[in-house]
């Protein structure tokens, strides 16, 4: 028998993204590779949420692979929601967790670009339309 979660995957796309957060308050972004959906635009990293992952430990996944750091899923914090129709595919769900505390230092382990932003110089760059919402939304 089919179990209930796997009718609601099938339904939307659930996709986990991280605000890491400095001493100075700052928050890391990274720009997303041209010609993938939102390419070039400015986001918070992360990404999907495999099969049998929670979201803390998918987010777990996703920011070693993308930073080269460790983050302990007890350290991330749930903070907002946010939810985008596509063309043809399933909507995302976009659940953003905060995080202060992480090992080692943070690198483009893609290639991708990346920095420390306060909230004025992010709203500054060219965010994908979720990220601007969340950004605008939070209170760092
Ligand atoms: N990781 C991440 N994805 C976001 C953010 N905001 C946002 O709209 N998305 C969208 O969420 C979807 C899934 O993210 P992803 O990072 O796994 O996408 P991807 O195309 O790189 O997946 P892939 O690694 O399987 O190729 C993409 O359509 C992406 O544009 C965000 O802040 N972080």
Do not use: N
């Not at 803390?56 to 750091?69: H, Y």
Request: hydrophobic residues 45%; glycine residues 8%; aromatic residues 6%.
């Amino acid at each position: 028998m089919t179990h209930p979660s796997e009718v609601i995957a099938a339904a939307w796309l659930p996709v986990v993204a991280l605000a890491l957060v400095d001493e100075a308050g700052r928050l890391l972004l990274q720009q997303r590779p041209v010609g993938k959906h939102h390419g070039g635009l400015w986001e918070f990293p992360g990404g999907k949420v495999d099969a049998g992952e929670s979201p803390r430990e998918a987010l777990a996944r996703e920011i070693s692979e993308e930073l080269g750091i460790a983050v302990k899923p007890a350290d991330c914090t749930a903070l907002l929601l946010a939810e985008e129709a596509r063309e043809e595919q399933r909507p995302v769900v976009l659940m953003l967790y905060q995080a202060t505390r992480w090992h080692g230092s943070p690198r483009g382990c893609e290639g991708q670009s990346w920095g420390w932003f306060t909230r004025e110089q992010a709203l500054d760059l060219p965010l994908a339309p979720m990220d601007r919402d969340f950004v605008k939304r939070m209170s760092i």
